[in-house]
Every structure is written in C-alpha cells, then in structure tokens.
C-alpha cells in the first residue's frame, strides 16, 4: 500500500505535536506499505521520513523546484523535482491509497482541501486521515462543522475526513485500508 503523508516541515514545530509519528511509521514499515512525501527531514514530514528510512522502509519523494535544496542528500526509492506543489499532489494522489494529514501550517492546509476536491471529483484515494495529536486540529474540525452547518461545505465532502486523536487510531484506519485493497485483489 502506497500512503500519501503531509505535514509540516518546519523545524520549530512543537514536540507534542509530533507524538505517536514514529509509531505510525513502525506499522508502515512492518506491513512493507511506502509513503509518498514532500523531501524534508525537518518537522512532522521529516519525523515520519526519519522513522521509515531508520526502519528500512520505503518513502518516495516528491519536491517542488523551489525546495528542491531541502531534498538534498535525502535517502529515497524515487526523487522527482516537479515545479508547483499542486503537481506534487497530482501525482502523490494518483500513485498512493490513502492520505494521513499530520500537524501542518498553510500548506498542509492547502492540500488539506485540494486532496478533498479530488477526491470528490474521484481522482483519488477515499479516505483523509487527520492525525489530530493532543488537538492540533480541533479548530479545524470545528470550523468545518460550521461551515458544513453553514452550507458552504458539502456532507460529500466532508465525508471523507477522518478524525484520529491516536496513533492507534490512525493505524487502524491504516488496517482498514489494507483489509479493503485486499477484498479488491489489489
């Protein structure tokens, strides 16, 4: 299985938010599952990378032209320097089965959104998983409630998110996941 991780790559996000990452990452590494991520070695992306590269796993990253530098010298079974970090998502989201959401700024936000357009329009992947550690993104999942309320989010949409406050939690929508490629022979 093929995972679609975003997240943060700055260097100053706080330890809390970066709870139960390496935990995620074991259970990748020990069902032989790759991810697909922008190249950093810093913030939630970088913990996630550091785990599976540590664990022998396998990460395929993808880099926009401007940050292609921060990509340097990282270990990986592909490199693809691409120009926009819309393209990064074209292709992650063609070539992966499921997407984790980790704590994020802006653009994790931004591809948040756009992974959700594309899914509801069926390029993608099913299922969002937002790993919500120690309530990185209640604000978020309220502000989606009032705007599904409000009318200006579609329950289509929104369907598609997952909500987990726990490592275990994602895991077992990462099992979920495998269980349904598996009754699809995938």
Known sequence: MKIFVCGSVSSRIKPEYLCGIKEIAKDIVAHNDGIISVGAKTGSIGEMYNAIIDG?????????????????GMIANSLTKVDTLFMLQQIALRNTDITIILPGGNGTLAELYMITDSINSKFDTDKVVIFNINGFYNNLKQMNDFMLEAGTLRKDQY?????????EEVINELNKTRDNLFKLGK
């Open 56 to 72: 022998d796993g396998f990460v395929d990253v993808i880099v926009p032209a401007p940050y292609a530098d921060e990509a340097e």
């Open 159 to 167: 369907k598609y998110f997952t909500w987990c406050n726990t490592a």
